[in-house]
């Protein structure tokens, strides 16, 4: 997993629309990149809805909330159309960004990691915390970490 310091990698996938999103363009603002396991899940999905639900407070202290798992770009936009989910999700099938970020696996490396990057305005890791089987605390402590950036 990435550690507090290191530069994030210049990763591009393609986000719900098809849109193709590079991680460096962000670079200038806070950013929260969060890895989950799979769209429609219950972890998952509850996940989503609390970054969702506290968009505007991450819009206040000027990050932008991009959400990664290894689902297709249709998966992706059926969830972000069902959960009407203000941010980017990006899609990650061929484990890229999983592997530049050093995502660690869950369950014996049965699934993805859930694990959640404070990124700083310079595009570094100001803080890493994972939990696979919650969602709450990676909301909490992102947003107590943004605000300590600040």
Do not use: W
């Not at 990057?117 to 915390?129: E, M, P, Q, S």
């Amino acid at each position: 997993m990435l550690h507090k310091g290191e530069p994030i990698p210049s990763v591009t996938l393609e986000d719900q629309d098809g849109k193709i999103v590079s991680l460096s363009d962000f670079k200038g603002s806070p950013l929260i990149v969060y890895f989950y396991p799979k769209d429609n899940t219950k972890v998952c999905t509850a996940q989503a809805c609390g970054f969702r639900d506290n968009y505007e407070q991450f819009l206040e202290v000027g990050a932008e909330v991009i959400g990664i798992s290894r689902d297709s770009v249709a998966s992706h936009r059926k969830v972000t159309n069902q959960r009407k989910l203000p941010f980017i999700l990006l899609s990650d099938p061929k484990k890229k960004a999983h592997k530049a970020f050093r995502v660690p696996s869950a369950m014996f490396g049965l699934f993805p990691g859930r694990v959640t990057f404070v990124i700083d305005k310079n595009g570094r890791v100001a803080h890493t915390f994972r939990a696979d089987f919650t969602a709450d605390s990676h909301i909490k402590e992102a947003l107590k970490v943004l605000k300590e950036l600040n």
